[in-house]
């Protein structure tokens, strides 16, 4: 496969994203218009919250779908809070939830509070994809990595994605690897996202190379496999052959 067809295929996974602190509801169109205009549609947005009906109202009947956060960046929203932004996050529009898990608490050994708190949220979801932040360059070892994926499927997450984007660490090939081995042992379809500093096209083919490998060349679809970015946008475009419609968000992955 070329690096240009590479690029279109990476393109088409991507959760374009801005969740920078000065997002605006004008980003958030522009952001809209960027994932509708490009060689191939991205598989979704992702914002903030606020943001999900300025969204819903500018992509229209578009396929390109909308993501938004909830528990987000730190984790430690009380579940009464958290299980009411999902709601609202839904009744907006949302058609997908990126959901923190409580990292801390499962660090600290709390997996029945996390655990509770992913299942609350996931009822509430419904139909609607839910993917479950674990906050993977936080956490000690790999081993911990894994018992985190476990958990948050359990609890029934759709996805678990590896990262914020927040942190100083966020996204790697061995914490996916981790969560892909866990992701094969599960009976149900589950997908994976990493997410935060994936930003070149040699980032992306990491990834999608490792996937391609554990789980078959055939499994990285919208419906398993996304690139949680902004930056990424840009050089997947260039790389296709064609000039980026703006500029990448700032202050997102």
Known sequence: MSDADTARRALALLDLTDLADVATADGARDLCRRAVS????????????????????????????????????????????????????????????????????VLAGQLTTAGAMIRNVKMRCGDKLLKVILESGEYPDLDKVRVA?????????????TSTGKTARSASIPAARA????????????????SGGIRTLADAKSYLALADAMMGPDWATPATFRFGASGLYTALIEE??????????RGSY
């Open 38 to 105: 490009g060689p191939v549609p991205v598989a979704a947005v992702c914002l903030w919250p606020r943001f999900v009906a300025v969204a819903r109202q500018a992509l229209g009947d578009s396929p390109v779908r909308i993501a938004t956060v909830v528990n987000f960046p730190e984790g430690d929203t009380p579940i009464a809070p958290a299980i009411r932004e999902t709601e609202e996050a839904l009744e907006a529009g949302a058609d997908e939830i990126d959901f923190v898990l409580p990292w801390r608490a």
């Open 179 to 194: 969560m892909l081995g866990v992701i094969g042992m599960t009976a149900r379809p589950i997908g994976l996202k990493p």
């Open 240 to 249: 296709i052959g064609g000039a980026a419609p703006g500029a990448p968000p």
């Open 149 to 161: 994926s476990e958990l948050a499927i359990a609890a029934g997450a759709d996805f678990i994605k």
